[in-house]
């Protein structure tokens, strides 16, 4: 990997023969690398070994690093994460940190072939597309893996030669976790039945990421037809694109698999389900609305509620900026200002999401309504009124914000104190 010879590089180092080995391969490589070592006080007194472990190879190779301690039992319950995923998520975190912070160019993490084989093989146990049997990724995004190519064999032998000391992991003996299980039983058999296991799955591994280059292309070049809008809160998908297609499945598991969903059958009929139908991931809702499917983040739950005091001039909100101006006679506005008679407002005023039963005075209209039969009569899908914010004096809407003003707060011919606000987005 000729790009890290000029790189600042941080190595992820545990102790064990696959991150030593890194180490001393890019020591003799002369790269420019720091170590960073994570305790995940897990295995006691062991924990504390491996890290005197790395602090001596450090100042034996003349090289700084860093660690830190982790009290990875009460994130895993805090979180509500298995072991292995807690310490994965404080380790990447922290990695992630060290190189905002130091300017670091790329982390180094020590996976190899037998790990790559793992991976694939849990992917494949727990159900998973193209993109889950390619396995790890030799480089994703500033995360490098420069060791996918060697086996752990390989990697015994050159420590073997070399003399080069290292840590066994006792917790790598048990068969509690499922990759332990495949590590120790599964995998063994594997190589004795084909001792070009490794060898055939590296192949295997390359002809599996030309198809998804070309599946990749072939998505691309749909999403680019699919997409009819696109904002900061969501994604529009036209579904007649879809129902052009031979297989819609195919292209709605390869466009929402990233998101968290998983029943595909769902997914699917969701493109003849009635409007206003969700379907919801951990993350995302998937949401039916007439001609589109519309997918966007889980929305907090909780209401969201500010003030804005009479000197607040500027106030910055979800959906941009609110200005107040003084204005001396009101002009011809869009949907993006209003112009408002100031002695009708009670400040604080009140900058909340709509709720259910509001109702106001559209302005220009006799009588008041309903925020509800007013988006239904505006045609607002269920994201569009979401995302609708009041400012309220005193209770009483006082603008639906980017839609329409309320009658009760306009300019009229008596009107001396004219204000004028509008939203900056």
Not at 74 to 93: C, D, F, P, T, V
Not at 206 to 228: C, G, Q, W
Not at 270 to 279: E, I, N, P, W, Y
Request: with cysteine; aromatic share 8%.
């Amino acid at each position: 990997m000729p790009f890290l010879h000029e790189a600042k590089i941080l190595i992820a180092i545990s102790g064990g023969l696959d991150s030593v080995m890194l180490v001393h391969l890019c020591h003799e490589l002369k790269l420019n690398i720091t170590l960073a070592h994570c305790n995940f006080n897990l295995r006691g007194a062991e924990s504390d070994t491996d890290e005197t472990f790395v602090i001596a190879l450090a100042n034996q190779l003349d090289l700084e690093i860093f660690t830190q301690h982790f009290d990875t039992e009460n994130h895993a319950k805090q979180q509500k994460l298995s072991i292995q995923m807690a310490a994965r998520e404080l380790r990447y975190n922290w990695f992630s940190d060290l190189a905002e912070d130091l300017k670091f160019d790329y982390i180094l993490t020590a996976h190899h072939a037998d790990d790559n084989l793992e991976t694939v093989l849990i992917n494949l146990t727990r159900g998973t597309g193209l993109n889950g049997l390619i396995g790890i990724p030799e480089v994703n995004g500033n995360i490098v893996r420069p060791l996918l190519p060697f086996s752990r064999e390989e990697l015994e032998m050159y420590a073997s030669d070399n003399r080069i000391e290292w840590r066994e992991d006792s917790s790598n003996t048990s068969d509690k976790y499922l990759r332990n299980k495949l590590r120790h039983h599964v995998i063994p058999v594997l190589k004795e039945t084909n001792p070009e296991l490794l060898s055939n799955f590296r192949q295997t591994i390359s002809n599996l990421k030309d198809t998804v280059d070309i599946v990749d292309d072939r998505v691309k070049a749909f999403t680019e037809n699919a997409v009819e809008g696109e904002t900061d809160n969501n994604i529009q998908f036209k579904i007649s694109e879809f129902k052009e297609l031979s297989n819609p499945k195919a292209y709605l598991y390869e466009l929402f698999n990233g998101y968290g969903f998983s029943e595909w059958n769902d997914v699917t009929n969701l493109l003849d389900a009635q409007s206003g139908k969700q379907l919801f991931s951990k993350t995302h809702r998937l949401l039916k609305d007439r001609n589109h499917l519309i997918l966007t983040e889980i929305p907090s739950e909780s209401l969201n509620s500010f003030e804005i005091r009479e000197n607040d001039l500027h106030f910055n909100m979800p959906l941009g900026q609110l200005v107040f101006e003084k204005a001396d006679t009101p002009i011809k506005t869009d949907s993006t200002s209003i112009f408002v008679d100031k002695d009708t407002l009670t400040f604080p005023l009140n900058l909340r999401q709509w709720q259910e039963g509001d109702v106001f005075y559209p302005s220009g209209m006799d009588g008041k309504k309903k925020l509800s039969k007013y988006f239904k009569d505006e045609k607002l899908s269920l994201v569009d009124k979401e995302n609708i914010w009041l400012l309220c004096s005193k209770g009483a809407i006082v603008w639906v914000i980017g839609k329409r003003g309320d009658e009760r707060f306009k300019v009229r011919d008596k009107t001396t104190n004219i204000v004028h606000i509008k939203l900056v987005l």
